[in-house]
């Protein structure tokens, strides 16, 4: 529950940013490491065609399992 408190946190200030083009609104799912591989297609397809705007370590390593295979899929 914490961290989905966080995610909304995070997606408030997001969406209060303006960005080049605009705003934007967003949308977080918090779920568990091992609940990543039900969501390895989709998360590969938003990983491919999404928009950074925040970046950390955590969202790399992530970002690395999806697309390197590194999941017990």
Same mark, same amino acid.
């Given at each position: 529950?914490?961290?989905? +408190?966080?995610?909304?946190?995070?997606?408030?200030? %997001?969406?209060?940013?303006? $960005?080049?083009?605009?705003?934007?609104?967003? !949308?977080? !799912?918090?779920? =568990? %490491?091992?609940?990543?591989?039900?969501?390895?297609? /989709?998360?590969? /397809?938003?990983? +491919?065609?999404? %928009?950074?705007? =925040?970046? =950390?370590?955590?969202?790399?390593?992530? +970002?690395?399992?999806? $697309?390197?295979?590194? %999941?017990?899929?």
């Amino acid at each position: 529950m914490a961290n989905q +408190r966080t995610a909304n946190r995070v997606r408030q200030d %997001l969406e209060e940013q303006k $960005f080049e083009t605009g705003r934007y609104e967003y !949308d977080i !799912d918090v779920e =568990s %490491l091992p609940a990543i591989p039900t969501y390895t297609e /989709e998360l590969r /397809e938003v990983l +491919r065609g999404g %928009l950074v705007v =925040s970046d =950390s370590e955590k969202f790399e390593t992530v +970002r690395k399992m999806v $697309f390197h295979g590194e %999941l017990d899929e």
